[in-house]
């Protein structure tokens, strides 16, 4: 028996076969999650991630907090697909709680998820020229896309900002600049 007997293989693959895209990920829950393997170690990755967002929306404390994480990974380590795992566990996804794996961390989370809203942004850092406008630039995006009627979220650029500061500066001069 072949390998092509057993599996549908293609005849050739580029890079980009190998690149999930979260934007796409999260509208076929499904397939994403058919596709992932978790692993123990995801299992409490993801635990981890979960207690990150409690704690950072005071669940526990009321208090809400900047926290802030980032994945490290080479190509095709599995960040993109991990992070849309996330946003389908956040999203209460039943395929991704699902998971016999994952059972025992949806379990553990379930009582601060449950019937919240997270509005959670996806963007790619590919072509970006600062952080900055591609999270504002998506944040503003996705809310657009939600919600079409609402005016637009007020984010700035900073460095709009700062230029603009400066100049107001030499025009009053530093002591009417920085008395009000």
């Known amino acids: 028996m072949n390998l092509r007997e057993l599996f549908d293989l ?4 580029g890079t980009e076969d190998y690149v999930l895209k979260l934007s796409q ?5 499904a397939a994403t999650v058919r596709n992932y ?8 990755c993801f635990d981890e991630a979960l207690t990150l967002v409690r704690d950072a929306l005071g669940a526990d404390t009321g208090f809400t907090e900047s926290k802030a994480a980032y994945l490290h990974g080479s190509f095709g380590a599995g960040k993109s697909h991990f992070m849309a795992m996330l946003y389908l566990l956040l999203h209460e996804d039943t ?12 379990a553990k989370h379930s009582s601060w998820t449950r019937d919240r809203k997270f509005l959670l942004v996806t963007y790619h850092m590919s072509d970006a020229k600062t952080l900055e406008e591609r999270l504002f630039t998506g944040y503003v995006d ?3 896309e939600l919600h079409p009627d609402t005016p637009p979220p007020a984010v700035y650029r900073s ?8 100049r ?9 600049f920085f008395e009000p």
């Open 10 to 13: 293609p005849e050739h693959l």
């Open 25 to 29: 990920a999260i509208k076929d829950s």
């Open 37 to 44: 393997v978790v692993t123990e170690q995801l299992a409490r």
């Open 95 to 106: 395929n991704a709680r699902s998971v016999p794996e994952l059972s025992a961390v949806v």
């Open 142 to 144: 996705r809310v657009r």
């Open 159 to 166: 460095d709009a900002l700062l230029v603009d500061a400066h």
């Open 168 to 176: 107001l500066r030499e025009k009053m001069g530093d002591k009417e």
